[in-house]
């Protein structure tokens, strides 16, 4: 199932907008956010109980949400907490710094960890890097696209990003009943 929100300029907050819709009532529910940067917005979705997890330590936009935040490589702390369980999983900004394989792998570690998963990323290749020896974790290293997650319910921005002429798109997993009020609710952006 794919939306496309055409020509909609990306901005901070129709990403807010956009991840309230799908994870819908957050109230007394928690989020796992993977590669989150600084956070910028996460905060903002009102979880009850929250984990912010990025390989840099680097302070979050809230300072307030900062006792919530653990520095780690994602697959380690995935691997090492398996038996936690969350509502929602988070990889915003995250799976095109990795590999397609190892892309692949944080999503299945999602989907043990968490009920709901939501992937945004750029649509397609955007600043790919082809040098594999590359080892800075700022660097893209793959491209993803929406046949790339057919099971997923895709919503695709290709104006996201105009002055970068860069779209961008939300995958989302969960279950179908989900999916359909999701659907239904963002073909009303």
């Known amino acids: 199932m794919i939306i496309e929100l055409a020509n909609i300029p990306g901005s901070g907050k129709l990403w807010l907008d956009i991840v309230k819709i799908i994870c819908g009532d957050t109230s007394g529910k928690s989020m796992l956010d993977l590669m989150c940067h600084k956070a910028p917005y996460t905060s903002q979705l009102g979880f009850k109980e929250r984990v912010y997890v990025d390989i840099n330590n680097r302070p979050l936009d809230n300072e307030n949400?900062?006792?919530?935040?653990?520095?780690?490589?994602?697959?380690?702390?995935?691997?090492?907490?398996?038996?936690?369980?969350?509502d929602v999983s988070i990889c915003s900004d995250g799976i095109e710094h990795l590999t397609i394989d190892?892309?692949?792998k944080i999503?299945?570690?999602?989907?043990?960890?968490?009920?709901?998963q939501i992937i945004f990323t750029p649509l397609g290749e955007y600043?790919?890097?082809?040098?594999?020896?590359n080892t800075n974790p700022d660097f893209h290293r793959s491209g993803w696209t929406p046949a790339m997650l057919p099971d997923y319910l895709a919503i695709t921005l290709p104006q996201?990003?105009?002055?970068?002429n860069s779209g961008a798109w939300f995958a989302v997993n969960c279950n179908e009943k989900e999916k359909i009020r999701i659907y239904n609710q963002i073909n009303k952006i």
């Open 65 to 86: 949400e900062q006792q919530y935040f653990i520095q780690s490589d994602v697959f380690n702390y995935l691997t090492n907490n398996i038996n936690e369980h969350f």
């Open 102 to 104: 190892a892309g692949y």
């Open 107 to 116: 999503l299945s570690l999602m989907n043990e960890i968490s009920d709901k």
């Open 127 to 133: 600043m790919v890097t082809t040098d594999i020896n």
């Open 160 to 164: 996201f990003h105009p002055s970068l």
